[in-house]
């Protein structure tokens, strides 16, 4: 499944790097967000009627144009892409300009930057964290936004995850005119389905269940779910604030360290392992050598965990479930939650 992130990347690719798929004919591929719908697109049967120039790509294509003469300027002043990349994360780490914003927000501005510098377009989740910064950007296009789309276009969430039955043999006859509950474990990854109507114990339904349940848990599909649903939710305030905690803390931690902070145990100033180590320091250490946060950064990312893990002591994490996100499925359409038009979610 491709979610917003990913769709359509390949727009150009200026210094030429190796690692990223070179276009035919070096002519530019057009990037998701700029691309028109197809009619069957637009027309079809997801429940609700979507807005056609939906909120992500509008902000995607607003800050694409922020940066575009900043890129530009890169590209005659820097002639080495690593040389760039470093006077970037410079810039949004050193400058006093940027010590109001968070680490998270500096890093959005300089993935942005260098995207656009190397390959002329921006990623979706940065463009989300920029918009915000520059509220002029998310203003108008979130009010005028459909109250369905929050963060991703439904319509092409459901056509995602229609494709990815399709290509792994699971017809629509086959799901026929059932209903089917999705829901994902924020911490596992591990996505569930079950049925919310008919027999789910027969021979045929239990089959089907187990088809779906394995494509879905296939090539990261359940994860990018669970991002879109925790963005969509997280923005109509649907996830509980020990859940949320858990999640982020759990989620840093495990990526710095590959560490489960949830088999540590809670104590009055942190987390602490059975050895007696507490998760700050086993934190601190492994960002020292870790590869995932640039040099200029590593000072922030501490600062981010500090500020994750003195949260999550506000609760008893040892009674806080796993987050997990849930929504319907049916008839190859999204189902809505009432006039809201939001999605059904289950915390």
């Known amino acids: 499944m491709q979610t917003l992130e990913s769709v359509g990347r390949g727009y150009y690719n200026y210094y030429n790097i190796s690692s990223r798929t070179k276009t035919k004919d070096g002519k530019a591929v057009q990037s998701w967000y700029d691309r028109d719908l197809s009619s069957e697109e637009i027309n079809s049967n997801n429940a609700g009627q979507l807005n056609r120039e939906y909120a992500g790509a509008d902000i995607c294509r607003k800050v694409r144009d922020m940066f575009e003469d900043t890129a530009a300027s890169n590209r005659a002043k820097y002639s080495d892409p690593d ?25 959005a501005l300089a993935r942005t930057e260098i995207n656009m510098t190397l390959f002329g377009e921006v990623d979706y989740s940065s463009a989300q964290i920029v918009g915000k910064i520059n509220g002029d950007i998310t203003k108008n296009t979130v009010s005028s936004a459909n109250n369905s789309n929050a963060g991703f276009n439904r319509q092409m969430l459901a056509k995602q995850i229609g494709n990815v039955f399709s290509n792994n043999g699971i017809s629509s006859s086959l799901m026929g005119g059932k209903s089917f509950q ?9 996505l569930s389905v079950s049925l919310l109507n008919g027999d789910s114990d027969s021979e045929e339904n239990v089959s089907l269940l187990e088809q779906m349940t394995s494509a879905l848990n296939s090539n990261n599909n359940s994860k ?50 059975e050895k007696g180590e507490s998760a700050s320091d086993i934190y601190r250490e492994a960002l020292k050598t870790s590869k995932k946060v640039p040099a200029e950064f590593k000072g922030a990312a501490f600062d981010y965990f500090s500020e994750l893990e003195k949260d999550a002591m506000k609760y008893d994490m040892s009674k806080v479930a ?26």
């Open 224 to 273: 990018n779910l669970f991002y879109n649903l925790l963005y969509n939710s997280s923005k109509q305030g649907k996830i509980a604030n020990d859940q949320l905690s858990k999640w982020k803390v759990y989620s840093e931690f495990k990526n710095i360290t590959g560490q489960d902070i949830r088999s540590f145990k809670q104590k009055e100033n942190g987390f602490v392992n």
């Open 322 to 347: 796993d987050l997990t996100l849930s929504l319907e499925y049916s008839n190859g359409a999204v189902k809505l939650d009432g006039d809201t038009g939001s999605l059904n979610m289950k915390i």
């Open 182 to 190: 999705f829901s994902v474990n924020g911490s596992t990854g591990q």
């Open 83 to 107: 040389e760039m990349k470093c006077a970037v994360w410079a810039k949004y780490s050193a400058s006093p300009k940027y010590n109001h914003l968070s680490f998270e927000e500096r890093t």
